[in-house]
């Protein structure tokens, strides 16, 4: 069932609900250049698994770029996405506050274009790097409020917004518009049925443009590609290089009628050779991305993060079992286990970061108290993360630690996760049940999750459940956008 505008309204009056107060007007705006803090570009991959890039062993998909950042860069191999799906992983990401506190907590559509939005009350890390003096742009897909809602990117601190508001439209890569700023672009070349004009590709010419506009002060850009997230397509000379590489099961799609390029997959028949075509491309954008910010003497100056927003997807024809893309996790896009939540995640600044590895386990809700570090912007008191500053620039001893990592999600039953140490717990069906047992792991000894350890470990898992109970603060709108999930 999917909520109206009219009953979305309505919804917000039986809620008050506030994360953080916002501290704009206690902020002076810095006049900095861009010699005195760093740039930030914080690339941010759909739906990309953890197994599918070069470097984490992907067999089929070539990414010399990424592989070459990893290699050249920290490598993260413990770190998280804010959520299992789009929109509430992008929540913690900009908010600071994991699915337990954030105030987006799940995929909410508002009819006819957008997401439930972000409160004018969350103080995002727009806003905190706009107060510092930096130019903040975001390009590819945002998903955090319906265009001229207070969850919109230019109200929420963006300056240059330039893609997909609606996550859903942004299932479609020959969309009828896109976005920039306030301003609906209509693409003719994409009317009726026609593909003309490749979304990503416009969105990716915007990003080096923003980034020629803007190179003489600090900048952050945000880059939330919609690539590889279904519908599986790419253009015709992306593609031609991996036609006949596959056995195809092709997928049969939307090819007409009213959710055709308005949410619906199209078909396609070569799903496999159309996802490494996909992967690939993100790829060549990332070098362009590097090779810009070269061009113009800025990466010395530049931290580059790349990461995905959640696990490896099972539509529109995607076969991530065939490409191993969760590597060696158990599960995929809305589980709670590590394939639908553990991520790669690259960190990358010459002569400030040491190329390696870290375990140290971290989160999206982490990025705002770390770029905080970094640049000096305004972290608010009440978020949840911790800054994993020390460890990118090799001061491990300073380097705090979460007690423990929490998760939830409400579509598919409800579900909750903790990862504390080495440990993992999940519970999942919470709206059928508000007590369901606890499945406890190992990810030392189990990586894959497959051996329950529930009932050798019972303090353990009475532990674990209060810290559930106590890490949920609960959000009316999202218990009742569950309660139309289930109906």
Same mark, same amino acid.
């Given at each position: 069932?999917?909520?109206?505008?009219?009953?979305?309204?309505?919804?917000?009056?039986?809620?008050?609900?506030?994360?953080?107060?916002?501290?704009?007007?206690?902020?002076?705006?810095?006049?900095?250049?861009?010699?005195?803090?760093?740039?930030?570009?914080?690339?941010?991959?759909?739906?990309?698994?953890?197994?599918?890039?070069?470097?984490?062993?992907?067999?089929?998909?070539?990414?010399?770029?990424?592989?070459?950042?990893?290699?050249?860069?920290?490598?993260?191999?413990?770190?998280?996405?804010?959520?299992?799906?789009?929109?509430?992983?992008?929540?913690?990401?900009?908010?600071?506050?994991?699915?337990?506190?954030?105030?987006?907590?799940?995929?909410?559509?508002?009819?006819?274009?957008?997401?439930?939005?972000?409160?004018?009350?969350?103080?995002?890390?727009?806003?905190?790097?706009?107060?510092?003096?930096?130019?903040?742009?975001?390009?590819?897909?945002?998903?955090?409020?319906?265009?001229?809602?207070?969850?919109?990117?230019?109200?929420?601190?963006?300056?240059?917004f330039y893609g997909y508001n609606c996550q859903r439209?942004?299932?479609?890569?020959?969309?009828?518009?896109?976005?920039?700023?306030?301003?609906?672009?209509?693409?003719?070349?994409?009317?009726?049925?026609?593909?003309?004009?490749?979304?990503?590709?416009?969105?990716?010419?915007?990003?080096?443009?923003?980034?020629?506009?803007?190179?003489?002060?600090?900048?952050?850009?945000?880059?939330?590609?919609?690539?590889?997230?279904?519908?599986?397509?790419?253009?015709?000379?992306?593609?031609?290089?991996?036609?006949?590489?596959?056995?195809?099961?092709?997928?049969?799609?939307?090819?007409?009628?009213?959710?055709?390029?308005?949410?619906?997959?199209?078909?396609?028949?070569?799903?496999?050779?159309?996802?490494?075509?996909?992967?690939?491309?993100?790829?060549?954008?990332?070098?362009?991305?590097?090779?810009?910010?070269?061009?113009?003497?800025?990466?010395?100056?530049?931290?580059?993060?790349?990461?995905?927003?959640?696990?490896?997807?099972?539509?529109?024809?995607?076969?991530?079992?065939?490409?191993?893309?969760?590597?060696?996790?158990?599960?995929?896009? @809305?589980?709670?286990?590590?394939?639908? %939540? #553990? $991520?790669?995640?690259? &960190?990358?600044?010459?002569?400030? *970061?040491?190329?390696?590895?870290?375990?140290?386990?971290?989160?999206?809700?982490?990025?705002?108290?770390?770029?905080?570090?970094?640049?000096?912007?305004?972290?608010?008191?009440?978020?949840?993360?911790?800054?994993?500053?020390?460890?990118?620039?090799?001061?491990?001893?300073?380097?705090?630690?979460?007690?423990?990592?929490?998760?939830?999600?409400?579509?598919?039953?409800?579900?909750?996760?903790? @990862?504390?140490?080495?440990?993992?717990? %999940? #519970? $999942?069906?919470?709206? &059928?049940?508000?007590?369901?047992? *606890?499945?406890?792991?190992?990810?030392?000894?189990?990586?894959?999750?497959?051996?329950?350890?529930?009932?050798?470990?019972?303090?353990?898992?009475?532990?674990?459940?209060?810290?559930?109970?106590?890490?949920?603060?609960p959000n009316p709108v999202f218990k009742l956008y569950?309660?139309?999930?289930?109906?």
């Open positions: 069932m999917r909520t109206t505008t009219t009953s979305f309204c309505s919804l917000l009056l039986l809620v008050s609900f506030a994360c953080s107060t916002k501290p704009n007007e206690q902020i002076v705006k810095n006049d900095v250049s861009a010699a005195a803090t760093p740039n930030i570009v914080y690339i941010l991959a759909d739906d990309l698994g953890y197994g599918d890039l070069g470097f984490t062993g992907q067999a089929y998909i070539k990414t010399p770029n990424l592989d070459k950042l990893a290699e050249t860069g920290m490598f993260f191999t413990d770190h998280y996405s804010g959520s299992t799906v789009c929109a509430p992983s992008r929540s913690t990401l900009v908010s600071g506050l994991h699915t337990g506190h954030a105030p987006v907590r799940g995929n909410y559509e508002i009819q006819p274009e957008g997401q439930y939005p972000l409160p004018d009350s969350v103080f995002t890390l727009f806003e905190s790097l706009k107060a510092a003096g930096y130019t903040t742009g975001a390009f590819g897909k945002w998903g955090l409020g319906y265009p001229g809602s207070e969850g919109d990117p230019n109200k929420q601190g963006v300056d240059v439209m942004g299932h479609n890569y020959y969309p009828y518009h896109l976005w920039h700023n306030q301003d609906s672009v209509v693409l003719e070349e994409n009317a009726g049925t026609n593909l003309g004009v490749y979304a990503p590709d416009l969105i990716h010419e915007q990003t080096l443009k923003f980034i020629e506009d803007y190179q003489d002060r600090p900048f952050f850009l945000y880059v939330p590609s919609i690539i590889p997230h279904a519908e599986l397509i790419a253009p015709e000379e992306e593609m031609a290089k991996h036609l006949g590489r596959f056995e195809e099961t092709p997928y049969k799609g939307v090819d007409e009628g009213p959710t055709y390029k308005i949410g619906g997959y199209m078909s396609q028949e070569n799903p496999r050779a159309a996802f490494v075509a996909m992967v690939e491309l993100l790829d060549q954008q990332v070098g362009e991305i590097l090779d810009k910010l070269e061009d113009l003497g800025l990466r010395e100056n530049t931290l580059v993060v790349f990461t995905s927003d959640n696990g490896p997807h099972l539509e529109g024809g995607a076969d991530p079992e065939f490409f191993d893309s969760n590597g060696p996790y158990r599960g995929h896009k @809305r589980d709670l286990y590590e394939g639908g %939540i #553990r $991520v790669p995640m690259i &960190a990358n600044w010459p002569g400030k *970061i040491a190329p390696g590895l870290s375990d140290h386990p971290s989160a999206f809700w982490d990025m705002f108290a770390t770029i905080g570090d970094l640049t000096g912007a305004k972290v608010p008191d009440n978020t949840d993360g911790i800054s994993f500053a020390p460890t990118l620039l090799g001061k491990k001893k300073a380097q705090a630690q979460h007690p423990y990592l929490y998760w939830e999600f409400i579509e598919q039953g409800g579900k909750q996760a903790i @990862r504390k140490g080495d440990w993992k717990a %999940i #519970r $999942v069906n919470l709206n &059928a049940d508000p007590n369901p047992p *606890i499945e406890l792991y190992n990810l030392a000894e189990d990586p894959g999750e497959q051996m329950n350890l529930a009932t050798r470990y019972p303090e353990r898992v009475a532990a674990f459940k209060a810290l559930m109970e106590s890490s949920h603060r569950a309660q139309e999930l289930e109906n």
